[in-house]
């Protein structure tokens, strides 16, 4: 055998040195075997279910008024000759505000001051004829009634005149001046609207039956008004009609209003929120109207935090506050549920709770 020939290879004997070289690259390249990445948790807003009042707030409109609000009018018809006082004008106890022409109205009374005279000139000579026996005594007391009625006559006539000029009954201030000058009025139709001074102010509004039922004298209620807002006024129930109003079938109510720090006017818009006291007498969870999701009906959905995680929970609503959703069955006071990034969320998500300014920047 020919010494230069090659040995046969023996493949036990391993992979040559380029074969070893290839495999140690091939394992290099493919290195350990990758894993999935973790999903960080959602970040969420949460808040705790408070409780409540188990009736929500009686909520309606009205107007800001004085209680002792007294409109002004003449006893007669006729024509405004004078009105001394402007809107918002103070006046004093006793003060002449307006007059009417007393041209007929003095005539008037003239006239029935003659028509006396001549009745008790009659009288007399009557009295006299009959001491005389020239008429009965049944003709004596004609007369004499005619007197009586004449004198009347007078004193009425007086009276009209009197009320033919409008004067303060007590001093205030004129809230509304409802005519001008040489207008021509009726008897009774309101010329003046005088409030008092200071204080005193009233909010009266009208409510449906399913509302008026449930008040009682003294519930609280607050006040606001689009000329002060953030201004929150305090008063309480006053009055509490026993019929509703013909005209409306609606229930005017009164409420009282405490003393203001803000200078109040009569005729002021205001929104009321009236908390029956009866609603306080049982409780349910309140969960913030962020927190109510999927509503239909009284069915609704919430997501309840429980060891880090979202549960979807369904609940069924009472009713909606001004600032919360009254739960009637699903959850409990105290516990802790999702507001914001509510809608995003599924069952059983992990979670991470941040404060509000954190969620809103997210």
Known sequence: MNSASPALRDPRDGPPAAAAMFLAL???????????PVRAPTRVGAAAVTTGPAQPPVLTSGVITTREELRLSFKVAGIIRR?????????????????LELTEVDAQLEQARQLADKAERDLARSTRLRADQVISEEELEAIRTQAAVARAAVRSAEFNRDFSRIVAPRDGIVLRKLVEEREFV????????????AGGYIV???????????????????????????QALQGKVTLL???????????????????????????LSARLRIDPAA??????????????????????????????????????????????????????AGETVVTDGALYLEDGEKIQVVPPQATAAQ
Not at 83 to 89: F, H, L, R
Not at 204 to 230: K, W
Not at 279 to 306: N, R, W
């Open 279 to 332: 609603a306080s007498e049982s409780t349910l969870p309140y969960a913030p109207i962020a927190a109510v999701i999927e509503a239909d009906g009284d069915q609704a959905a919430v997501f309840v935090i429980e060891d880090g995680a979202a549960r979807r929970r369904p609940v069924r609503v009472a009713f909606i506050a001004p600032a919360a959703v009254a739960i009637a069955a699903g959850l409990k």
């Open 26 to 36: 091939l394992l290099a390249a493919c290195g350990p075997t990758e894993t999935a």
């Open 83 to 99: 009105i001394g006082v402007n809107e918002g004008a103070a006046v004093t106890a006793g003060q002449q505000l307006a007059v």
């Open 241 to 267: 009609p026993g019929a509703a109003d013909a005209a409306s079938g609606l229930f005017d109510i009164e409420v009282e209003l405490a003393p203001a720090p803000v200078r109040l006017v009569s005729g």
């Open 204 to 230: 009266r509004a009208a409510l449906s039956d399913r509302d008026v039922v449930r008040l009682r004298l003294g519930d609280p209620a607050s006040v606001t008004t689009d000329a002060f807002p953030g």
């Open 186 to 197: 009726q008897p009774g139709q309101a010329v003046l609207v005088v409030g008092p001074e």
